[in-house]
């Protein structure tokens, strides 16, 4: 039991009322027509799993039942920002690394340090998003 | 106008309508207690509409037809100066009309007047749902055990409005004035919902209202 923030309804919402429906910002190909097999089966069916971050569309079914997108922790599965559809999310593995490298070590709300982790988390996030 | 076609379902001749707690009311005679801490009363037959468009086009249409202005925060309600009719949102795009019965197939048709070519939908959904009324003493306490949603004063003002889970269902429930909460309740969720008030209700002492 746990609170996600909606940011339609602009406020922190019963995990209950939310549910995940997989990645986010799949594009879908502007020319389905012209697509190899690979490419259209790419967009259909693979899915990126990574251990760190990862952005997710999730659903506030019970609500106002909007779709929005999550930036979640595969291994924390700590929720690190919520923004609306359309938006670009504003932390991503890049950005975290880079403040990594700036030597800033982010703590979150609740006083947990959550990234600026070791080297070798640093690097599998990475190496997933690669 | 927008070239929909319009049907009244409360047609002349007034053919006859149940609610939907008829049958819970027919199965189990209402409980009356005399001091009850809660108090339920349906509200049933009014005419519930949903809009759905961008806030600022619905939002000059309503003001004109029902003189309510369309309220744009998340999670809010707006009421007549008389409380019987209401606008509350729902999402960004969507609000809840209720007014009184009779009155929803006129309004529909005004609205559709007012709205002319925009981009906009409005359904009537007056036979898909029903409005129960929760007030006394301990209402808040029953609305404690049954949601998750926090409703302290604070939290949750008067003219205040949100869908949530109820028991095992979805409603939404809203604060129209100081003493009254209002649950409107999906048709097929009546009964269900209608039973889990009156057994949480049931250690304060409950009365229905008819």
Not at chain 2, 24 to 42: I, K, M, N, W
Not at chain 2, 83 to 102: F, H, M, T, Y
Request: aromatic letters at 8%; charged letters at 25%.
């Amino acid at each position: 039991m746990f609170h996600i923030y909606c940011p339609y309804c602009e406020e922190h919402r019963e995990e209950e009322e939310f549910h995940p429906k997989g990645q986010a910002h799949i594009a879908r190909p502007a020319e389905p027509e012209a697509c190899s097999d690979e490419e259209w089966g790419d967009y259909l069916f693979f899915r990126d799993n990574p251990r760190g971050i990862h952005h997710e569309l999730w659903v506030h079914a019970i609500g106002c039942r909007k779709f929005f997108n999550i930036t979640r922790h595969t291994a924390s599965y700590e929720i690190l920002e919520t923004y609306k559809m359309g938006e670009q999310p504003t932390i991503t593995a890049e950005s975290l690394a880079r403040e990594e490298k700036a030597g800033h070590v982010q703590v979150a709300e609740g006083g947990q340090q959550t990234v600026g982790a070791s080297d070798a988390a640093l690097a599998s996030v990475k190496g997933a998003q690669g | 106008m927008s070239d929909v076609r319009e049907f009244d379902t409360r047609p002349a001749g007034h053919p006859s309508a149940e609610s939907p707690l008829a049958w819970s009311f027919h199965r189990q005679a209402p409980p009356r207690e005399a001091g009850a801490g809660v108090t339920l009363r349906e509200h049933a037959f009014l005419g519930h509409l949903v809009l759905r468009g961008g806030a600022i086009v619905l939002d000059e249409a309503v003001r004109e037809v029902l003189g309510i202005a369309l309220p744009a925060r998340p999670n809010t309600l707006a009421l007549d100066d008389g409380g019987e009719r209401s606008v509350q949102w729902l999402a960004p795009d969507e609000w809840l009309v209720i007014v009184p019965a009779g009155e929803e197939f006129t309004l529909e048709s005004r609205l559709r007047q007012a709205l002319g070519q925009a981009h906009f939908s409005i359904v009537n959904v007056s036979g898909g749902q029903t409005l129960i009324e929760l007030s006394g003493p301990q209402a808040r306490e029953v609305l404690m055990k049954s949601t998750t949603y926090d409703v302290h004063p604070q939290a949750f003002p008067v003219g205040k409005g949100v869908t949530v889970v109820f028991a095992k269902a979805s409603v939404v429930l809203r604060r129209p004035r100081e003493d009254a909460w209002e649950l409107v309740v999906r048709r097929s969720f009546a009964d269900y919902c209608y039973r889990w008030l009156l057994d949480a209700a049931g250690e304060y002492g409950v009365s229905v209202a008819r």
